[in-house]
């Protein structure tokens, strides 16, 4: 036994070491007596846990894991109505919906994501595969294609994605967040598809009241082009490209001096793509880039720039060409978009304080993607393309901007639907009121009463304005006897009586007026 | 360089112990031969493997992991029809909704569900908090009460949780599955949340086409009474009710025998058990155990039995009697229940198959839950209770259930919602159809058109045909210049021009008769 006392704990070897130095019997004379000396300090400490016990609380960490939050019944009413706005979108686009697991095999995700890899979580090895939390629901989203030989289709998928990045909370930044996808998979005519990606992005932004925006629109065809045409030798598109996607947060002189100090890239290289990234504009711009001496000996940046002609001219068609433009600084991050790429910023007066009660540079993309024409090929076994477009809606930092116009505007936000609240007048009619709600609930009327017994009907009255329930139905011992029940309006405080026989229609339509008179009323504030 | 070499990775003691036996100079002569030796297999196989990536494909294993599945657009369908019919239930009752992080910090986890803690999936420890995936929603729900100081809320919560369980997904077991909760939290009147929590279950198997159903009824504190009563020690109540959970899947004499053989139960106790368990039934019942002289000495037993009267009372009101029967053998797996118990059972003639095509013994439970009152006390620091009942419908059986339905019934399946779908009759006229297009989402008319440039008619139809879109919508040369489109109702082929200024009135139009025509065919085919 007291072989396991770690005073003493030796392994075989040292243990003859130090029997052989200080002899046996002091050995063992040595071992007894720290073992009785741990146990009676164990037991002592065991009687002090024991006294503690019966008073001190047990200690929780009573906390959501770093970088995740709960959503409260507020946030969730908010994250709803977001949410119905943009599947409203998806379903008048046509589009179906997939789930995939929010786990994937760990080598699905392995060589997606470059750099970023870092953040992927891994699930703890205990017995069977190795599997990670999904990074994004483009991969799994290619693994399904893949596996499932889908060839094509249209598919939108709102879900939970994970990284282990810093999390900045209140800038809309988390380790666990929503993705809103919308993609088209499928060999289609040029830009058709890509068109449609960008006008649901412009319909989506446009049904919630976040202000301005601007969708930009590049292409990485165009963008290879011009890195040919500046004299960027190949194996630094990558990284040039890298340091072009920063412009949108850090001025010209730091990313030309990433490129020439860290990256090496030839300093007369730098300041022709700087000519470049300044251009911004429409169709004219396409036409007149057509026409440089440079870029026209660059079959990739035609190509891209005919794209680009096309798009605008489909956009046209869809009657977004003022919230689209042409941007050639937009790079984008990810290695795996191979033509149009495009990226909404809004434009109106956000401006978002961090920790530090800094402000923030730029208000930052709410949507982004682009065309991805070679990801799904990286799942097939004869690499077979499927190609792809889509566009992911950045969800969290438009709940962020939501909430917070919530939080202004004082407005309470209902956060159940309840339309009637049932009263009983007198104590001991319990079983009344259960019958009476029953009978709501059986005509599909969104209808709750108190789980006490007896209630006092000024507090339920309270209770009604407080939560926003509309209409409350009351009856008492007299209501019961006359075969009627009393209707109060909560808002106009107008009461009457109304026979049970036609009490459902009765309530019906007095739910359909008070909501006619709110939505007049909503709009003549507006 | 070399010393990073396998073969000669060696510490600086045994190092200088190999030198001192071998002699220095005979030392590195070995240390040059085995790295030039290494560096030449090295490059071998670096140049292998150059060749074999040129031809061999990458290998993927293009699975899900284990246990676990994609939804494909036909299943999301049936998910999202039953997800719709179960918040609408939710909703009516009032309930509110909140969610919370798919992991939770392990602690957060430990302790709460006995020898099923071996199924919880960790996170791997990447730095930074310890993390595992929930196991259900209920400590999750206890953990936002505590940590909220939440003491009254009525609640759903719909979410994937996750078990490491031997998966068996024909009969709807998996790895990661959904789980839909209704909760009351609150400190409220006797079985007034728990009787609704039942009518729930009851609204919401009714409202799916999934045939009869009853709901068994229990208490833990009947059952500890009537523990008592048999004379089962104190401490062998919880592993007696454990085997007592397993009457529905097994036979009473596999049950008595591991309660005496495996558990040292008294056979006289046993056998005492045996006899209470078989009891079934309705008011009656109840009033006939409470004159019961072994159970009316022990007080739990009394108050379960009250609680049970007035729970029936109740369910009586809101008119489920029918579905709900008092079934001393209930006992439920999970410790932490602290009273009323439930679990629906479908009893239609639901037969499935299992993978070695046994048929399964029993139809398993579809819905269960209870009172909890002690859960929320364990995650605050001081031991404040915050009592609770809930229900989780089993949500991935009736999945499973309204698949095979579907399958069977070989009816297809909408995955999209498109109302429209816009035709050229001629070539080159994409603008125009972009446009047409473009008028009808700005109506909120779900619309679609082909992704290729150029189509043909024939082509179109059929497509609609396939998918089940109602109307298509034709522009052609003359169409145009006539300042018309034409109308195509899919179903009767029927066909009319209708003038681009009241088109959208006329489409809606059409589509409300089409769809009055579809209702009317469903009805009276049912």
């Not at 009676?40 to 008073?55: A, I, S």
Request: aromatic share 8%; hydrophobic share 35%; charged share 30%.
């Amino acid at each position: 036994m007291c072989t396991s006392v770690g005073a003493l704990r030796l392994c075989h070897y040292h243990r003859l070491v130090v029997q052989k130095q200080i002899g046996t019997s002091i050995y063992n004379s040595l071992k007894r007596m720290l073992c009785s000396q741990v146990s009676l300090e164990v037991n002592k400490l065991l009687e002090l846990k024991k006294k503690l016990g019966d008073e001190a609380p047990k200690k929780f960490t009573l906390k959501t894991p770093k970088g995740t939050r709960d959503f409260n019944p507020e946030q969730m009413a908010i994250r709803e109505g977001v949410f119905n706005k943009i599947i409203e979108c998806f379903k008048r686009h046509g589009a179906e919906t997939i789930d995939t697991p929010v786990f994937e095999l760990k080598e699905t995700l392995t060589g997606k994501y470059g750099e970023d890899s870092k953040l992927i979580y891994d699930l703890a090895d205990q017995g069977g595969e190795l599997l990670s939390l999904r990074y994004d629901l483009t991969v799994p989203f290619a693994r399904y294609l893949a596996m499932n030989k889908v060839s094509n289709i249209k598919r939108y998928h709102i879900a939970k994605v994970y990284r282990r990045d810093n999390p900045a909370m209140n800038r809309g930044r988390f380790r666990e967040f929503y993705q809103c996808d919308f993609d088209i998979a499928g060999q289609y005519d040029q830009m058709l598809p890509d068109a449609e990606c960008i006008k649901i992005v412009v319909e989506i932004l446009s049904s919630l009241d976040i202000g301005d925006f601007v969708v930009k629109v590049n292409h990485r065809k165009l963008l290879d082009g011009m890195f040919a045409a500046c004299g960027v030798p190949d194996d630094k598109f990558r990284p040039i490209c890298s340091s072009v996607d920063k412009l949108d947060k850090t001025f010209w002189d730091d990313v030309r001096s990433e490129m020439v100090d860290e990256k090496g890239l030839d300093a007369q290289s730098a300041d022709m793509i700087g000519e470049y990234v300044r251009y911004k504009g429409g169709l004219d711009l396409i036409n007149e880039l057509l026409k440089d001496e440079k870029l026209k000996a660059q079959k990739n940046a035609i190509e891209g720039l005919e794209d680009l002609k096309v798009l605008l001219t489909y956009c046209e068609a869809y009657g977004v060409t003022n919230r689209v433009i042409f941007d050639m600084s937009l790079a984008r991050g990810l290695d795996y978009y191979t033509g149009v790429i495009y990226e909404a910023i809004l434009t109106g007066q956000v401006v978002q304080h961090d920790n530090q009660g800094e402000e923030s540079v730029g208000v930052g993309s709410v949507a982004g993607g682009g065309r991805y024409d070679g990801l799904v090929g990286m799942f097939d076994s004869k690499g077979k393309k499927v190609p792809c477009v889509g566009v992911s809606i950045g969800i969290e930092r438009l709940f962020s901007i939501m909430e917070a116009k919530a939080l202004a505007s004082e407005k309470k936000i209902r956060t159940n639907e309840t339309e009637v609240f049932v009263i009983a007048a007198q104590k001991n009619m319990v079983e009344e009121r259960l019958r009476l709600t029953n009978t709501l609930w059986a005509a599909n009327i969104k209808t709750e009463q108190s789980y006490k017994k007896n209630t006092k009907m000024l507090n339920e009255f309270q209770y009604c304005e407080q939560a926003g329930i509309p209409l409350a139905v009351i009856i008492g011992q007299s209501e019961i006897e006359a075969g009627v029940v009393k209707l109060k309006i909560m808002g106009s405080r107008e009461e009457r009586e109304v026979p049970r026989s036609n009490m459902i229609e009765e309530i019906r339509k007095t739910l359909a007026s008070i909501n006619q008179n709110n939505t007049t009323a909503a709009k003549s504030e507006s």
